[in-house]
C-alpha cells in the first residue's frame, strides 16, 4: 500500500452491522500483513495479523481476509460498535524486522 | 498493558530549539526499533529505523542531520529533532518487535507542535 495519502476515505456504518475495510497492497513479496486501529491522538494498535500462507484467520470479532493474487487485504468487524469508530490501517512487510509500509488508511465511523 | 512507552506525549517548543523523544521497550529487548511520522489525516511515514549499537538508517528524503537517532541500549531509542521549525509540527510515533512473538508494537505517539 502507499504510505501517504492526502485525503482519508470514510465508511460510515450503523451500530450493530458488520463492516468490511479494504486495502490493496502493492509489493508482491510482502509475506506479513497487519491491521492496526489508531484513536485520535494515539499510536497505533494492533488489531490483528495474517502471514502470506492464510488466507483467512479470525479473531474475537474480528477477521482478516487475504487474496494474494490480487493483492487485496481485508478486515471485517463483526456486530461494529461505538468503540470501533477510528481509523484503520492496513500494513505490509517482507521478512522479520523488515520495514511495514502502510497504507493510507480508512476512517470508520459508527452510527448510534 | 504498554508494551512500547514513548516519552513525551506533546510537546510545544520555540522554534530553532531541539527536541528529544523517547522510546522505550518495556519488557522485551529491542535491537531494532522505527520511528515513523504522521502528518493529520494522513498515514504514517517511515523515517528511520534504529539499529542497537549502530548508525540509523533513513528513509529518502529524511534529513539525518535534523532528525538524530541514537540506540545507546537495547531498550531505548531516543529521536532528537534539531533546530526544529513550524513545519517539523508534526505527530513522531516509535515501534519495536517484541521478539516473543515478532509483532510490531507502537508507543503511544508524541505530538510536537512547533511555534
Known amino acids: 500500500g502507499e504510505s501517504v495519502g492526502l485525503h482519508l476515505p470514510t465508511l460510515s456504518v450503523q451500530e450493530g452491522d458488520n463492516s468490511i475495510i479494504n486495502c490493496a497492497y502493492s509489493n508482491s513479496a510482502s509475506d506479513y500483513f497487519i491491521w492496526y486501529k489508531q484513536e485520535s491522538g494515539k499510536g497505533p494498535q494492533f488489531i490483528i495479523d495474517i502471514r502470506s500462507n492464510m488466507d483467512k484467520r479470525q479473531g474475537q470479532r474480528v477477521t482478516v481476509l487475504l487474496n494474494k493474487t490480487v493483492k487485496h487485504l481485508s478486515l471485517q468487524i463483526a456486530a461494529t460498535q461505538p468503540g470501533d469508530s477510528a481509523v484503520y490501517f492496513c500494513a505490509e512487510t517482507a521478512g522479520a524486522n523488515s520495514k511495514l509500509t502502510f497504507g493510507k488508511g480508512i476512517t470508520l465511523s459508527v452510527r448510534p | 498493558g504498554a508494551v512500547v512507552s514513548q516519552h513525551p506525549s506533546w510537546v510545544i517548543c520555540k522554534s530553532g530549539t531541539s527536541v528529544k523523544i523517547e522510546c522505550r521497550s518495556l519488557d522485551f529487548q529491542a535491537t531494532t526499533m522505527f520511528w515513523y511520522r504522521q502528518f493529520p489525516k494522513q498515514s504514517l511515514m517511515l523515517m528511520a529505523t534504529s539499529n542497537e549499537g549502530s548508525k540509523a538508517t533513513y528513509e529518502q528524503g529524511v534529513e539525518k542531520d535534523k532528525f538524530l537517532i541514537n540506540h545507546a541500549s537495547l531498550t531505548l531509542s531516543t529521536l532528537t529533532v534539531t533546530s526544529a521549525h513550524p513545519e517539523d509540527s508534526s505527530f513522531y510515533i516509535c515501534?519495536?518487535?517484541?521478539?516473543?512473538?515478532?509483532?510490531?508494537?507502537f508507543g503511544s505517539g508524541t505530538q510536537l507542535s512547533v511555534l
Open positions: 515501534s519495536a518487535t517484541r521478539p516473543i512473538n515478532e509483532k510490531l508494537f
